[in-house]
């Protein structure tokens, strides 16, 4: 699994590049408009394809960048259903599950800061390991690790391989 938070502090508004090496595939949460060639700049240099665009919310304070990833990656572009949205996209609920790789994002609706906003869970949903006295025996671990969207302050990158056992 790949996480990356983006921050730009002048607003200090972040973005998140979410996804799986090992499939080549992310999803990009929030991108601003002026980060759109960073963001594409690093999922490229990992190996990886975005292949959504989720916004949490409209955003007042900064111009979102998702027309343009999706314009230049063919990525969809996700939100939830109550922020009538007037551009192409594919609606959002609560409970919603995306699959990236190994990279599992699941939709909260989060109501508070705007009617449709909505924080994502991701986790770990599939790692499958070799026991080394029986190499023909696969493990299959559940891993689980809640990653917090809505904080600002220090960018963080998490990084997780997981190789198929064959």
Same mark, same amino acid.
């Given at each position: 699994m790949y996480f990356k938070q983006l921050v730009k502090e002048d607003l200090g508004c972040a973005s998140y590049i979410v996804g799986c090496i090992n499939e080549g595939v992310c999803a990009v949460v929030d991108p601003r408009l002026d980060m759109? +060639?960073?963001i594409l700049e690093l999922a490229t240099a990992k190996g990886m394809r975005v292949q959504a665009v989720i916004e949490t919310h409209n955003h007042a304070d $900064?111009?979102?960048? $998702?027309?343009?990833i999706a314009r230049r990656t063919g990525a969809t572009i996700y939100i939830h259903e109550q922020a009538q949205a007037e551009y192409p996209h594919q609606k959002l609920k609560d409970g919603d599950e995306m699959a990236l790789g190994v990279a599992?994002? @699941?939709v909260m609706h989060t109501p508070g800061h705007r009617p449709e906003h909505i924080a994502i869970a991701v986790s770990i949903w599939r790692c499958l390991v070799k026991r080394a006295l029986m190499p023909s025996t696969t493990v299959s671990l559940s891993v689980s690790c809640s990653l917090r969207m809505a904080s600002r302050s220090t960018p963080r990158t998490w990084q997780v @391989?997981?190789? +198929? *056992? *064959?």
């Open positions: 759109v +060639d960073d $900064h111009i979102s960048g $998702h027309g343009e599992k994002l @699941r @391989r997981c190789v +198929d *056992a *064959a």
